[in-house]
């Protein structure tokens, strides 16, 4: 079993909808949850920050952590095709420095 | 954050010849990682470097085929020797901070 799990899609929505990327994990843990952003051909862009269980809102994102599930999420409320990229889940341990990716879900948004 | 700058951006190399990433960060840092990252696939460690130690590999990369120098706080080199077609990949500079990561915007790498 991968500690962390994602699925990889494709994802495809239409412009506007509220879009819901998950992940699950093994490692009880693990306490700093990161979602990033990759477009094609460019590094991974740091999205979203969470420490602990919680919820986190920027904008039209918002971060979800469950700990008690090891599950964590990102909505992304009225998608837009700027938003088709591939999100990439993230977590590591406190005191740690190995990060642990998911292996991404691409996203496309149709105008 | 951290502002991280790579270069060169793309290359294609020929198999057999190597290949000098650079990583220049905008602030000091303990710690700097090298990804690689194939298509298609997410993000794999090659190694953590420390500045005035060796680096650390991990399983299945190897300092003869993954030579890095940190030779101060902001600063480090990859380099990809005897390249082969496999090695073609994205490889990508990070540094953390509290315990998030932030990335280069990686280096495109075709071996031909």
């Known amino acids: 079993q991968k500690e962390v799990e994602q699925d990889p899609g494709p994802l495809s929505v239409p412009e506007g909808a509220i879009v819901s990327l998950n992940c699950t994990y093994s490692n009880s843990a693990f306490q700093y949850f990161m979602w990033y952003r990759q477009y094609s051909r460019k590094g991974p862009e740091l999205l979203m920050y969470?420490?602990?269980?919680g919820n986190k809102e920027d904008g039209r994102f918002t971060a979800q952590v469950d700990k008690s599930s090891k599950y964590i999420s990102l909505f992304i409320r009225d998608s837009q095709p700027s938003d088709s990229a591939t999100y990439l889940c993230?977590?590591?341990?406190?005191?740690?420095?190995?990060?642990?990716f998911g292996a991404g879900t691409r996203l496309f948004v149709k105008a | 954050s951290a502002v991280i700058s790579q270069k060169p951006s793309r290359d294609i190399c020929q198999r057999g010849t190597s290949l000098t990433i650079q990583c220049q960060v905008d602030s000091q840092v303990t710690m700097m990682f090298w990804y690689r990252q194939q298509p298609g696939q997410s993000l794999t460690l090659i190694a953590t470097?420390?500045?005035?130690?060796?680096?650390?590999?991990e399983s299945g990369f190897v300092i003869d085929k993954f030579p890095i120098s940190r030779p101060n706080l902001t600063f480090s080199t990859l380099t990809v020797s005897n390249m082969s077609p496999e090695d073609s990949s994205i490889y990508l500079c990070s540094v953390q901070g509290r315990g998030e990561q932030y990335f280069g915007p990686g280096t495109r790498l075709t071996v031909t």
């Open positions: 993230a977590m590591s341990e406190t005191g740690g420095f190995k990060t642990i």
């Open positions: 470097a420390n500045q005035g130690s060796e680096a650390t590999y």
């Open positions: 969470t420490y602990s269980s």
